[in-house]
Structure formats: structure tokens, C-alpha cells
């Protein structure tokens, strides 16, 4: 560095015409010899990002199966999660309070399509083979502990200890307060007995249970306060899809959504490589499916029409059912762009993207004339 600022110049030629600075860079390299053989400094090595920058806390997954919500939740865990330290003595990447919403899982006939090709050790480590589940409902669903164990999520639901007795909270809350008033937001059971396990080492991690009826479906809302998602959240997930859907033919109401919501959320080390594996077959080296499919990638929200008319783009946001919602209108793409944005009128980002090409092709064609059909190519 000394030897370059010892033999480099600056020349201010911000006064000079293009012309007149060519020619003294020309006049400048005839008088000057180089004052140093050439070096080649080796290509930069890019640094592995163990962790991409993300929003921390507050993390929002769909899925229509259990499978597909988990597969998403370890995906965000590898990209996202932040690397800390536990209090086994191993580190462990986490996210903080994800919550994942299941829709359509049937928990009489599981849904494991998407880990048929999983190797075997990968679904007995995680959970997801029929049999077991189903072994678990047993176990879940009951209100006795099997021998030898403290207690289970059953046990602490349907015979939660009280100074006077026991209470079981399916029947005598969740399902009794819905069975008084369909309305009623008090169908809570918890699974924490404070005396129990305030000073425990092994508290439960499932911790809440709140039950909520909407156009007569039956939604169950569960908190997890520490979810290893690699080992054991599969079937905890499944034993709260078969309690929601008993609870919902007790009551006569429609099986709703299932939204876990698990305040820290991690993946073990050891359990890194199998997850970086899974998550890369299932997101990061498959190709996107680039014709729309209409029973995974349809909008709850709506969606929007376009079209152009009187040198203006015309935007009509339509719910589900065609029902017409919002109209936006402007010469520019941006503007419609920015309002959808700052309504947050869709939910998907591949909506997002595809309406946002849309709409700069409405423009397009608005300024050169030629005809505009969404979901059409232009004819230039």
C-alpha cells in the first residue's frame, strides 16, 4: 500500500471534456513508466452464511398437512435459525414463536405422502409412520398415564390435579363451555400445575389448548412453549389433530384448522445433517412448479382481475367466490402495486409476484399500444 500511494496521483479532469480527458490519460501513460509488476491477488473465497438475516420473532406457515406445515417450519429453522446454546451442553438453531396452520389433515387416515421416500431411520426418528401415530392417539387420548410416566398430555388434560381432586378439562371446560355458549372464548385447558412444574426439569411443552367456533367449524389453537421440531412434534401434532376432530363430532361442529404455535422452536446439531438433507430435496434443489395449481395455491383472500381500459389499468379485487371486493385504478403499475402492498389485501408471495408481473405487462402494454390479456404473453 505504501509503494502504491507513494507513486499514484489523483488528477482532477471533472473540468475537462470527454475529448480533452482522453488525451491526458493518453499523455500520462506515455511519460509514466509502471512502477511495479503486476500482482494477482487470489479469487475471493465467499464466507458459508450459517444464518440469513430474517425478522426474529414472528414466523407464519400454512400448510394443508401436517407433513407440509413441518417440512416448512425445519426449512425456515435452517435458513433462519439463530445458533445458540441449550442447557444440555449442545448448541441448536432456533427460531422464535412460529406458528404453523394446519387445514385439511384427515387424522383417521394420516397424510405421509410428501416422507414416502424418506429412508426408514428418518421417519422412525421423526415420527411419521402410521402405525406409531396411531398408537399415540391411544396415549393421547387418555386420561391415564402408562406405567412408569409421571404424566402425559392426556393425563394433564382429563385428570388435572386439583387440591380437591381431579379435572378433566375436555369435557367439563372446552367441550362444556362451547356446549353453553358456541361462542364462548373460555374453552382454555392448560396442561402447567404451577406447584408441579415451576421448579421441574421437565415441564410440559405443550401448554395451552383453546378451542374456537367460527361458521360452525371447530378450530383448535395449541401453545408450545420449547418444540424440538425434529423429534416428536410430528406426533404431538397428530395427537392434537385427533383430539380436535373428537371434540368436534362431540360438539356437532366441522373439523377447523389446527395453528400450533411454538415459542421456541429448534432443531438440535445432531440432528443438522438429516434436516439440511430433507430441506434441501424438498425446497432448495427442486425446480418451482411454474403451472398454477389450483388446490394448493389458490389465495383464502381472493384474487385480482386486470385489465386496461381508457388508457388507464383497471385492478378488481374478487373474494373466493367472485364477489367483488376493492377496484383500483392508475396509469402507472406502481400505484396499484404500492396500494395492494399497503392494504395487504393477498396472502401468498407467489400471488404477490405474479400480479406484480401482471400489472408492469398492463403498463407495457398501455404505453405502446398493444392489446393486454391477463395471464397472456404479449403479442409485441
Given amino acids: 500500500m505504501k509503494k502504491i500511494i507513494s507513486n499514484v496521483e489523483l488528477i482532477d479532469m471533472s473540468h475537462l471534456s470527454l475529448e480533452e480527458a482522453e488525451k491526458r490519460i493518453n499523455e500520462e501513460e506515455a511519460i509514466n513508466e509502471p512502477y511495479m509488476e503486476l500482482i494477482k ?25 401436517i407433513i407440509e406445515a413441518w417440512l416448512r417450519v425445519v426449512e425456515r429453522i435452517m435458513r ?17 414463536s412460529v ?12 397424510d405421509l405422502s410428501l416422507t414416502l421416500e424418506w429412508p426408514g431411520e428418518l421417519q422412525k426418528v421423526t415420527g411419521a409412520i402410521e402405525k406409531d401415530l396411531k398408537e399415540y392417539y ?12 409421571a404424566y402425559t ?20 371446560v372446552i367441550i362444556k363451555q362451547l356446549k353453553d355458549s358456541p361462542d364462548s372464548r373460555r374453552a382454555v385447558a392448560t396442561t402447567l400445575v404451577p406447584e408441579v412444574d415451576a421448579f421441574s426439569t421437565e415441564p410440559p411443552c405443550i401448554t395451552q389448548i383453546q378451542a374456537l367456533q367460527s361458521n360452525g367449524k371447530l378450530h383448535f389453537l395449541a401453545t408450545i412453549r420449547s418444540h424440538d421440531i425434529f423429534k416428536g412434534a410430528i406426533p404431538n401434532a397428530f395427537g392434537l ?48 412448479n411454474l403451472i398454477f395449481d389450483e388446490k394448493t395455491q389458490t389465495d383464502p383472500r381472493g384474487y385480482l382481475v386486470i385489465r386496461v381500459k ?32 399497503q392494504l395487504e389485501i393477498l396472502s401468498r408471495s407467489d400471488h404477490l409476484l405474479d400480479i406484480g408481473a401482471e400489472l408492469q405487462k398492463a403498463e407495457i402494454a398501455l404505453k405502446k399500444g398493444l392489446s393486454y390479456v391477463q395471464d397472456k404473453p404479449l403479442d409485441f
Fill in 138 to 149: 391411544s396415549v393421547f387420548l387418555s386420561s391415564e398415564p402408562p406405567a412408569g410416566i
Fill in 153 to 172: 398430555y392426556g393425563n394433564r388434560l382429563m385428570k388435572y390435579p386439583l387440591s380437591d381432586g381431579n379435572l378433566d378439562q375436555i369435557k367439563e
Fill in 310 to 341: 381508457d388508457e388507464e389499468i383497471f385492478a378488481v379485487f374478487q373474494g373466493p367466490q367472485g364477489e367483488e371486493l376493492l377496484s383500483f385504478n392508475a396509469k402507472i403499475a406502481k400505484e396499484i402495486m404500492k396500494k395492494i402492498a
Fill in 80 to 96: 433462519y435459525g439463530l445458533i445458540k446454546g441449550t442447557q444440555y451442553g449442545y448448541q441448536q438453531k432456533e427460531l422464535i
Fill in 41 to 65: 491477488f487470489p479469487d475471493a473465497i465467499l464466507e458459508k452464511i450459517e444464518t440469513f438475516p430474517s425478522e426474529e420473532v414472528g414466523w407464519l406457515i400454512h400448510g394443508k398437512t
Fill in 99 to 110: 406458528a404453523w396452520v394446519i387445514s385439511d389433515e384427515n387424522p383417521d387416515e394420516p
Fill in 241 to 288: 389433530r385427533i383430539l380436535q376432530k373428537k371434540v368436534s363430532q362431540e360438539l356437532g361442529f366441522e373439523l377447523g384448522q389446527l395453528k400450533i404455535t411454538s415459542e421456541s422452536v429448534h432443531i438440535y446439531e445432531q440432528d443438522w445433517g438429516n434436516a439440511s438433507q430433507l430441506v434441501e430435496c424438498a425446497f432448495w434443489e427442486r425446480e418451482p
